[in-house]
């Protein structure tokens, strides 16, 4: 059983927060059949926090959980932060593989995307 | 003459603020016979600033500025900050049409995105 699990910043906003939560939800009407289980987590200011993610996951029943961080630059947190998190969850349940995908911002389709929305007006 | 300005929030990270700029270069490349020139400006902690950046584009030719929000919620940068600091050089160029895109956390294609990222590794 694969997860994913979108990791965002936290905000002390919730519709911030719950525009994650409506991103992750169509990213599992999207994930059909590549992951079994979609949720999100978040760095801060937020629930649930990374190592709960990862843990509501595995209870859940995955044996594969894949990490893509919702963050545009490889900052403090991409870099150090996140993989720390992550390395809590993998010590507790050392048979999970849990691997961490590149960041968004990274991704080579950015720059199309972002021409999309400026011809959207 | 048509201007894309890419407005990204700045970080105390240069190499942050240069993920931006390299971006960037990649959307001037990728933009051809779309916007004649594509620049990039920061709502704090880098240069230019977006009054700045605006102002550059006009001097250089445009006569229509889009500017696309570098952001992933609909938070008060992209609300409130950003509008404003448009309006500021609005004021000084009556006769340029700028305009605001929708920001890029609301782009349809994030998703798939997000889908391809995790399956980088």
Known sequence: ???LLVV???SRR???NDEVRRLTE???AQANGIYDQVQCAFLELAEPSIPDGLRNAI???AEQVTVVPYFLSAGRHVV???PAEI???RKEFPNIDIVLAPYLGAAAGLTELLLQ???QI
Do not use: F
Request: with cysteine; proline share 0%; aromatic share 0%.
């Open 1 to 3: 059983m694969k997860a």
């Open 8 to 10: 965002a910043h936290g």
């Open 14 to 16: 919730a519709e911030s």
């Open 26 to 28: 169509c990213l599992s």
């Open 59 to 61: 209870r859940a029943g």
């Open 80 to 82: 150090t932060d996140i």
């Open 87 to 89: 390395d809590v969850v």
């Open 117 to 119: 929305q400026a011809q």
